[in-house]
């Protein structure tokens, strides 16, 4: 018999209920690419924010650096290895993940289930709030419906009407226009992104993820599944990551109505440029002279390129949001929110 839910439930099943994808101890790297795999140059492109808010939280004892969704702790061991060790000495890090603590994570990294209480310094997510589950809903002659799944087969049929604060969330964010189109109700990620800025009494918040916009929304949604390097049917069984791209415009409102006091939406490619990584081939002359240094200088500027890619890596949101201490200057350049 056919056990009918909602996808929201089904994703927080497959994800993180016993045995689920995350909560198993499966690591990203053996199932997609993301920034922080691609290259340690991700992180070391980081650290000017970590500096930028400990020198406008005045240099404290203690920093917070907290990695929500830290897979295997890569980023942040990268990270500190990429801060002067005045700065490293004075960090807090600490990784949020339901998954069990790798054995080669540091011991001075905190692992830890859930978001700290509270934080002063920086928080990072990077592709953290495509994983929280949300649901789907299709516009249907008689309105928009909720669409239910079967969590063994994947299969889907169109249940009753969202809620009423679903339906708030789909006339500012997600308006459905013709029947057949599809949304991907992004309040639980708005609740999840609001819930790290209320926890940030100074610093910085930063979320990098795919995402969309609200004048270019999917009209088919973009819910996928991952396993193993490959794209697979989104089938909420625990086999595979489910995932769906974010609302990052959302989410900022969100943030401002949490408690960020400034804040920026752009595209990783915008910022990592910003912070040095351009991509550009070394000259050929440094091949005569150093060649060595030329074949550094090579790989380094094809991860740049990986990283900045507009049709990969490049392409994703970066939404960063401060409390009570000012936006880095380096992404100031960008178009504020």
Known sequence: MTAWENWRAAMERALYGEGGFYRRGERPAEHFRTSVHASPRFARALAPLVLDVDAALGRPERLDVVDVGAGSGELLVNLLAALPGDVAARVAPVAVEVAPRPGAVPDGIAWRAELPPRVTGVVLANEWLDNIPLDVVELTPAGPRTVLVDAVTGAERLGPE???????????????????????????????????????????????????????????????????????????????????????????????????????????????????????????????????????????????????????????????????????????????V
């Open 162 to 336: 969202p809620s009423e604060p679903d339906l708030d969330w789909l006339r500012r964010w997600w308006p459905l226009r013709e029947p057949g189109d599809r949304a991907e109700i992004g309040r639980p990620r708005c609740a999840a992104w609001a819930s790290v800025i209320e926890r940030l009494d100074r610093g910085l918040a930063l979320a990098v993820d795919y995402a969309h916009a609200a004048d270019a929304r999917p009209p088919y949604g973009t819910l996928t599944g991952y396993r193993d390097g490959a794209t697979v049917p989104a089938v909420p069984d625990g086999s595979c990551d489910v995932t769906a791209h974010v609302a990052l415009d959302a989410c900022s409102v969100a943030g401002e109505r949490a408690g960020a006091t400034d804040g920026v939406l752009t595209t990783q490619r915008e910022a990592l440029r910003a912070l040095g990584l351009s991509g550009a081939r070394p000259s050929l002359d440094l091949a005569g002279t150093d060649p060595r240094g030329y074949l550094a200088a090579l790989c380094s500027a094809g991860e740049d390129a990986e990283l900045t890619d507009p049709s990969g890596l490049g392409g994703f949101g970066w939404l960063a949001q401060t409390v009570d201490v000012p936006l880095p200057a380096v992404l100031r350049p960008a178009v504020t």
